[in-house]
């Protein structure tokens, strides 16, 4: 293992010593006041010893909670793979692996494209014999198509060309899912769905936006298949999947004013099986009956498309090539004249 000092102690931390990293859980941690010195990020202290909120000058806010495998970054929930851990001296730990996996891909520049997203592959959950989740007589798999449909025309209105794995009420295999998109040689992926909970209806609301499982971490609430599985095509793009996932949640999160049931990770096989950056949206709780309203609404799917345009509008801002560089002017004093002055 190796061990980093943090010089910046009273960050997070009462401590007037260099904290060394530790090993929990079999895992390496690493103190987050020497991350955030490192960073330039410094301490906005709100009020509580269980919180560690970090900002720099370009007003970027992160927030970690003692325990939780959810952090705050710029405004929206993402899920952690470890949960974050405060010692006994109050210094607040996070794991290697979430600094590398989530936390710093989000928030540094990424990795430049320079391939323009021109096709996308819209995936309209479930269909024909299956029906989704069913509450008080409406389907799922009805939804998901409305969406589909709006988004469609949104997305080629804003000038893309786009693919459906289905455009009618018809079943279609999750392997032939992630066929249709593979093949099509699509640029990104988005699988529409709607959620639904029996324990708490009535509070549980809110979009939620999965990508892929890094390698190596369990997904959150072990959705899809298991932790130990192995690098699968999606893990190829997680970074850029991590990205698209946050610019639509935001969007959707912002946009719709909704609760933010947070950026997640699952295995799910259309995650697994895709080549190109994939998102999973599960867009609101059909179980929640303000929520449910919503979604039979079809101009609150038509808010609802629109947000998920322009989270991959900025996704493709994030993701641009750079403009080339304009030839500086001359930089030789001009010849002497004799203009009178
Ligand atoms: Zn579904």
Same mark, same amino acid.
Request: one cysteine or more; charged letters at 20%.
């Given at each position: ?11 997070c931390?009462v ?9 929990l ?5 690493t103190?987050?006041?020497g ?5 330039q ?16 000058r ?8 003692k325990?939780?495998? #959810? ?45 323009k ?12 014999k299956?029906?989704g ?79 892929? #499982? ?39 999160v912002?946009n ?10 699952a ?6 099986? #895709? ?16 929520e ?21 509008v ?28």
């Amino acid at each position: 293992m190796k061990f980093r000092f943090a010089w910046l102690p009273l960050l997070c931390a009462v401590v007037a010593q260099p904290v060394q990293a530790v090993v929990l859980n079999g895992r390496d941690y690493t103190p987050l006041a020497g991350w955030a010195a490192a960073n330039q990020f410094h301490e906005a202290p709100d009020g509580s010893r269980e919180r560690c909120t970090l900002t720099n000058r370009a007003a970027q806010r992160l927030t970690f909670e003692k325990n939780s495998v #959810t952090a705050e970054i710029g405004g929206v929930k993402v899920a952690l793979s470890f949960p974050v851990a405060l010692d006994k001296s109050g210094v607040f730990f996070i794991a290697r692996f979430d600094l590398a996996k989530t936390v710093e891909p989000l928030i540094f520049a990424p990795p430049v494209s320079v391939k323009k997203i021109s096709t996308i592959c819209l995936d309209p959950g479930h269909g024909g014999k299956d029906p989704g989740k069913q509450v008080g007589g409406h389907d799922e798999k009805a939804y998901t198509l409305l969406l589909a449909d709006e988004l469609r025309r949104q997305l080629i209105a804003a000038g893309f060309t786009v693919v459906q794995t289905r455009t009618k009420d018809k079943f279609v295999e999750l392997s032939e899912r992630s066929a249709v998109a593979n093949r099509h040689n699509a640029d990104l992926f988005v699988c529409l769905h709607f959620n639904a909970t029996e324990a708490a209806k009535n509070e549980v609301a809110g979009p939620q936006t999965y990508c892929i #499982t890094p390698v190596g971490a369990s997904s959150t609430e072990a959705a899809g298949r298991g932790a130990g599985h192995s690098l699968c095509a999606g893990n190829r793009v997680e970074m850029k999947s991590l990205q698209l996932a946050y610019q639509v949640h935001r969007a959707l999160v912002k946009n719709l004013g909704a609760s933010d049931r947070s950026v997640r990770r699952a295995r799910f096989e259309v995650l697994c099986e #895709t080549t190109m950056p994939a998102v999973y949206i599960e867009g609101g709780y059909l179980t929640n009956p303000t929520e449910a309203r919503k979604i039979y609404d079809a101009n609150y799917r038509k808010q609802m498309a629109a947000a998920i345009v322009k989270g991959i509008v900025n996704y493709q801002k994030l993701t641009a090539p750079p403009l080339p560089k304009i030839k500086r002017a001359e930089t030789n004093p001009p010849a002497a004249t004799n203009h009178p002055k």
